[in-house]
């Protein structure tokens, strides 16, 4: 290994080690116990004028926020529209009503003032631990989508370290999409991903081999109502879950709860559907092998 890749892998593996984040976990969570929230597009719809949120997804908050179960919720992207002091105050002012630890992981509307994200909630890529659980939070923007080596190297060493029951790996963009192999799957947009997407040649093996239980959560989805509200994948032991909301029809949040390392996720409609069981509702993910 020549000084240079020993220098990234060093840096990655450290960044890994000791990522701290001032909206990270803390210590009342029952490694053994918890569930969580996970939210894409909160936003809403496109040139939609919201104090701060989605309504329909602000109706639902109310009714889930006092509930005791619920130890955190994750923000899989788009949290404004305009990345500006006073969206982002707006954004806190309504989270802290909340009462609940909010984690976010960042979309390219957010990161348009890379700056003052920076500046108000720190790095826009880390991870953290509950128990034998390992989350993730990716910031692809400027890497055109796919996971640097490094770092995707990096996991692998701490996962191969510590086995890991669960890893949770939480992204605003869908870096599994492929036109020709998750065809219903239609993002958002395409904002700067790269003409070459790495994820079945090299980030999807990694990930299988680590021996871990997966879930990967993408947040780009769902901001029309054309039919790509949700999209549950699974390949192995990696499941590919593509959630969000915006076009008031199928919008979607995500409920997990990992109990003794079984994880158990209820999908909550944010019209009048009918909740639902997600972990029987994945769909093989068909690649060439």
Not at 16 to 42: E, R, W
Not at 150 to 169: L, P, T
Not at 173 to 199: C, M
Not at 240 to 265: C, P, Q, R
């Amino acid at each position: 290994m020549n000084s240079v890749l020993r220098s990234l892998m060093c840096f990655y593996l450290i960044w890994l080690a000791n990522s701290v984040h001032a909206q990270d976990m803390d210590s009342k969570t029952d490694p053994n116990d918890f569930t969580f929230i996970v939210a894409g597009h909160v936003y809403g719809a496109p040139n939609s004028k919201n104090d701060p949120f989605h309504p329909p997804f602000m109706k639902a908050m109310d009714s889930l926020k006092n509930s005791d179960s619920i130890d955190f919720m994750v923000l899989t992207g788009d949290i404004v529209q305009k990345s500006n002091t006073r969206s982002w105050d707006k954004v806190d002012n309504y989270l802290a009503g909340l009462d609940m630890r909010v984690i976010f992981a960042p979309g390219n509307h957010d990161l348009t003032d890379r700056e003052l994200y920076t500046e108000r909630y720190g790095r826009s890529n880390y991870s953290f631990e509950i128990g034998n659980n390992l989350f993730l939070i990716l910031d692809l923007l400027e890497s055109g989508w796919n996971i640097p080596e490094g770092r995707m190297n990096a996991i692998w060493n701490k996962c191969d370290e510590h086995r890991y029951e669960n890893v949770f790996i939480f992204s605003h963009h869908i870096f599994w999409y492929d036109e020709e192999i998750t065809p219903k799957i239609k993002p958002n947009s395409l904002y700067a991903k790269n003409d070459v997407l790495l994820f079945y040649t090299k980030t999807l093996p990694l990930l299988e081999s680590i021996r871990s239980n997966v879930y990967i959560y993408g947040g780009d989805v769902g901001a029309n109502a054309i039919g790509s509200e949700l999209s549950l994948l699974k390949h192995e032991r990696v499941h590919l879950i593509a959630s969000g909301m915006g076009g008031e029809k199928w919008d979607n949040i995500l409920k997990v709860s990992v109990k003794n390392e079984i994880v158990h996720t209820e999908l909550i409609y944010l019209q009048n559907h009918k909740s639902e069981v997600v972990d029987t509702m994945f769909t093989k993910l068909k690649v060439d092998e």
